[in-house]
């Protein structure tokens, strides 16, 4: 599979079996792959949603475009999920670069700020961030603040 059928949409869109979708996926990979934390956040009512889905409807990636000012001064991405099986497949640097994107068309002109697991660092660096500060502990889990001029 080498294309997913992409839609953003707000928290209040996604209805419950969006909802469903998304936070089963996030459940697959987050707590499942690496470890209990709590996922939902608060965080996902005030964000636009990245819904990946393959030809039969399956969610097989996701991530959220959190508001400015929620996180961060600036728009930040999150959440970041590729099915497992896709991974390699090219489609996490067409997910981040459609966040970005849409980000970049929601706020022009600002950067976007990711609190990234620092074991990505090189996937998020070829897609155009930078580190800033140093790695810290977040969820049990090395992470590194990046950020991606406007």
Known sequence: MTS????WQRFAELGADGVYDMLALRAKVFILEQGA??????VDRVCDHLLGR????????YLRLVDPGVKYAEPSIG????DKA?????????????????SQRVWPGQGNRISAQARLARFYSRLGYTAV??????????????????
Do not use: K
């Open 79 to 82: 959440r970041v999920v590729l």
């Open 54 to 61: 393959d030809p039969t409807g399956e969610l097989r990636a």
């Open 86 to 102: 896709l991974r390699g497949s090219g489609l996490a640097d067409q997910l981040v670069s459609l966040g970005l994107q849409r």
């Open 37 to 42: 934390f709590l996922d939902p956040d608060g």
């Open 4 to 7: 997913l059928h992409w839609s």
């Open 133 to 150: 500060g140093q790695p810290y502990i977040e969820d049990d889990i090395p992470h590194l603040q990046m950020w991606h001029a406007p």
